[in-house]
């Protein structure tokens, strides 16, 4: 064989090796470096050093693959400098997972990551080496919850921008979030009807009664339906935070509006009054409320009658409070029983200079 037919055939034998392409060889040699050494059929083998193996520095090579597997890897340098080819898996690596991100965002897919940095714009997460930006608006972190508890946590989101090119990677947990939070709020008001009880926490407090959480919806607890005593704040009967039964009583499907009324509130103490009250009755009251009309007095929580103005003394008088106060103790006479108004009217001036006997039961 002639000499220029020898060179011809040599040539022809080895591969061609092209800079920022893509080989494929046999496995030689993992290094106690764990550098690894190809056979990439060329006149040099490839070597990939072990910062090149993986976008994950924990990864081995000595652990993931050994001696005569087949290995594909980018070419990063014709020449390290000590006659190897100098090969990078982690590129090729990079661009697998370029091309899962993209198919995700895609296909609007849910992504388990895990959040490798905080900052005070928002968390990091690492998918097979790119990093994902997550905003504090997009993160769904609540007010009582510490930002840094999130580093190293693993979440579910969905990208909402995926822009290689712009270096835009965007995701969203908020994301997750709301469409869960839209799923149990469409299966809360399927379900929902009139009757139905429900276990709540008490969100907020006002003058007027209480929002309860029921879990992706806040219904309305009016003071009237917290307690059957007129007269009385909200905070003296439930505290924010507390877990309380509520049954639905009134249900806007249409608007998303649903009232409540507190389970613990009690028998309603009307139910009893016409076998424990009468007209001329002498019962031991306690005055709630003074009005210039009048005063409002209390027979038994739940249960309260009104003295009116010219009913408080003999003596004409402009106003209650020159007669009575607030919290004060008195004998009264019933005059009216309106059970469905829930009215009972009281005397106290028929009963000035007497010493009839009250009922105590109060």
Known sequence: MSEENFEELLKDSLKEIKLDKEVTGKIIEITPKEEIIVDLGYKADGIIPKQEYS????????????????????VIKMNDGVGNVLLSCKRIKAKIA???????????????IKITEVTDKGFIANYKGIRIFIPLSLSGITRNENIEDYKNK??????????FKAKRIIGSVKAIKDEENKRKSEEFWNNIEVGTECEGIVASLSAYGAFIDLGVV?????????????NKNPNDILTVGQKIKVQAIDVDKENKRIKLTYLGKGPNPWEKVKDKYHINDIVRVKVVKLMPFGAFVELEP??????????????RITKPEEELRLGQKVNAKILNIDEENKKIELTIKELEGTSNEYKEEI
């Open 55 to 74: 976008y994950d520095d924990n990864d081995n090579p000595s652990e993931e693959v050994k001696v005569g597997d087949t290995i594909t890897a980018e």
């Open 98 to 112: 370029k091309a899962e991100l993209e198919e995700k965002s895609k296909n609007s897919e849910t992504l388990n």
């Open 218 to 230: 806040q219904g309305l607890l009016h003071i009237s339906e917290m307690t059957w005593e007129k």
């Open 302 to 315: 739940g249960v309260e009658g009104l003295v009116h103005i010219s009913q408080i003394a003999e003596r």
């Open 154 to 163: 693993e979440v579910q989101l969905k990208l909402i921008e995926c822009d």
